[in-house]
């Protein structure tokens, strides 16, 4: 992880490595697949950011690092681009929920740039649970939820819940279950 000034933080934008992952206005998320299951996550950070959207920030692309280890290839495809990142956000969310940070949480909340995925993504999360939020993102029939229908996020295929469960238990997001946090990236 590398904390960055602005320059070089808008730099990554244009490089072409990026075009398919996290980059955000306070943070950048670029993994490399190392083969046998083993990857190298380079994360760039503003500089200068206050301690609470450090936090987030940082949440949020530790967030895309663990999607990019644990998701199968199939489901990072057919998952939408605001999925991806309103799971990162509710990573966020919920780390400033924990801390209290009660501004950091508004911002969070007012940003547009989940296109209401964030919304959708808490709904679903207070209604069913982390976990379920979890097992959708692995294997959720479909590519986003819906935010006027939280239970759509049971919609899950078993058979390749099953397979990535078997997959990831070596990986997995053990200490994420009550403590999660976030960043915000925009889709270039
Ligand atoms: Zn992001």
Not at 79 to 92: M, Q, S, T, Y
Request: net charge negative; glycine share 6%.
């Amino acid at each position: 992880m590398t904390i960055v000034d602005r320059f070089t933080l808008e730099s990554l934008f244009k490089s072409p490595g990026y075009a398919q992952q996290c980059t955000s206005v306070f943070g950048a998320t670029r993994t490399h697949p190392f083969g046998e299951g083993r990857y190298i996550h380079a994360i760039s950070i503003l500089s200068g950011l206050s301690k609470p959207r450090l936090e987030a920030v940082a949440a949020h692309e530790f967030a895309h690092a663990w999607l990019n280890e644990n998701l199968a290839p199939s489901r990072k495809a057919a998952l939408a681009r605001e999925a991806l990142e309103g799971f990162c956000e509710l990573i966020a969310y919920d780390l400033m929920q924990e801390r209290s940070y009660e501004v950091e949480k508004s911002s969070i909340k007012e940003n547009p740039y989940t296109a209401g995925q964030l919304h959708a993504f808490v709904a679903a999360e207070s209604l069913n649970g982390f976990n379920a939020v979890l097992d959708w993102v692995k294997a959720g029939e479909a590519a986003k939820l819906d935010a006027d229908d939280p239970d759509g996020v049971r919609a899950v295929r078993e058979a390749e819940l099953a397979k990535t469960s078997a997959a990831s238990d070596s990986g997995g997001l053990p200490v994420y279950y009550s403590h999660v946090a976030s960043a915000r990236c925009q889709t270039s």
